[in-house]
T-cell receptor
Framework: DAGVIQSPRHEVTEMGQEVTLRCKPISGHNSLFWYRQTMMRGLELLIY????????DSGMPEDRFSAKMPNASFSTLKIQPSEPRDSAVYFC??????????FGPGTRLTVT | AQKVTQAQTEISVVEKEDVTLDCVYE???????LFWYKQPPSGELVFLIRRNSFDEQNEISGRYSWNFQKSTSSFNFTITASQVVDSAVYFCALSENTGNQFYFGTGTSLTVIP
């Protein structure tokens, strides 16, 4: 069975541009998580969904960030407009309730 | 307050030494789950183990072992006869029964020197 799929794996963009990160969770998992990892702040939870519904978005840094999960097999994290401080590795993870989260390979975002 | 504390930021050991990574957690739930993840230099986060709060039995998997002690709220991870391939950042995490959000520790960076 395929693991969590993220695209793109690398993204380089200029400040002010819109960035969209995509995630396909593992089939049968009902929870999906978006994380951001930087050297300074470590691993931060941005938002998570349960059964496609956003449960907690308190980790979303500001209104420039938005996330959607239109169905059980797809989610997006959008940054508009992007800023250099958004440069990080963004991970998507999925799980069944209270079970281990399985992480995707991450998207390395560089905003110049 | 941190729900998961990994006090060791960085550890270096020489190959074949044993090493223990500490994890202390905090929760008021009686049902909860504890996890360890490995993040090698390649960057992916790899699930290693899950433990629920009702199972205090220690777990051994090859060179890896885990010691869960509710009395001290600790879930420590020991690598026996460490190898260079064990070099990674290791994260401990907690999930409470009130939700399925994970609380990750700040990670311990382990370097195994050949």
């Amino acid at each position: 069975d395929a693991g969590v799929i993220q695209s793109p794996r690398h993204e380089v963009t200029e400040m002010g541009q819109e960035v969209t990160l995509r995630c396909k969770p593992i089939s049968g998992h009902n929870s999906l998580f978006w994380y951001r990892q930087t050297m300074m702040r470590g691993l931060e939870l941005l938002i998570y969904f349960n059964n496609n519904v956003p449960i907690d978005d308190s980790g979303m840094p500001e209104d420039r960030f938005s996330a959607k999960m239109p169905n059980a097999s797809f989610s997006t994290l959008k940054i508009q407009p992007s800023e250099p401080r958004d440069s990080a590795v963004y991970f998507c993870a999925s799980s069944r309730q209270s079970y281990e989260q399985y992480f995707g390979p991450g998207t390395r975002l560089t905003v110049t | 307050a941190q729900k998961v504390t990994q006090a060791q930021t960085e550890i270096s050991v020489v190959e074949k030494e044993d090493v223990t990574l500490d994890c202390v957690y905090e929760t008021r739930d009686t049902t909860y789950y504890l996890f360890w993840y490995k993040q090698p230099p390649s960057g992916e986060l790899v699930f290693l183990i899950r433990r629920n709060s009702f199972d205090e039995q220690n777990e051994i998997s090859g060179r890896y072992s885990w010691n869960f002690q509710k009395s001290t709220s600790s879930f420590n991870f020991t690598i026996t006869a460490s190898q260079v391939v064990d070099s990674a950042v290791y994260f401990c995490a907690l999930s409470e029964n009130t939700g399925n959000q994970f609380y990750f520790g700040t990670g311990t960076s382990l370097t195994v020197i050949p």
